[in-house]
């Protein structure tokens, strides 16, 4: 069904709904602006090139999985314990939706997606890094010029996607991994 559409929020509207039913993969300019009822220029007026329309998608997409991601944190919840409900609320949201959004999508390399997606991420970067200084029971003598803490941060990140990609339903093997290394009599 072929809609009149002339505004980007619109056009990414029906980018998103595209990639929700048909997967990432599926968007070209071309299928695009036939389903929008425009001509492919139109598309062109709002977005240079189809991996500036992908990264539009992505990050849309990556925002809505994310939103509210604050709230899985609780007063004094430990480290461990909100990576572990982190992990949850992420997996619940995430399996919904294709695998592709976790890995290569239209060509492009896992490692060029985790750059698109970016803006997206550091702020669930941040997240960790703040629920991590709010925890008062892990060490302190770990942390050197090696492991620090923002490393550390990228590195439980970068595992539960790796995670998420896989299927796995839990991350307990690596909280078990990372309680062991951040509190003592582990």
Known sequence: MNHR???KEH?????MRLAMEKGVDYISI???AGDCGISIGSVYNYYANKEELIAAVTENFWSGILENQEMVYRRGMGFTMFLEQYYRFLYGRLSKY???WLGEMNGNTIAQNKV????CFEEAK????????RDERVRGDIW???LNKDAFCDYVFTNFFALLRAGES???????LLEHLLYKNS
């Open 98 to 100: 294709d695998s592709t």
């Open 5 to 7: 559409v002339t505004s």
């Open 170 to 176: 839990n991350c307990r093997f690596f909280l078990f």
């Open 11 to 15: 056009i990414l509207e029906h980018a």
């Open 144 to 146: 050197n010029m090696e």
């Open 116 to 119: 698109m997606m970016a803006p």
């Open 126 to 133: 941040r997240l960790i890094k703040e629920v991590l200084a």
């Open 30 to 32: 071309r299928k695009l």
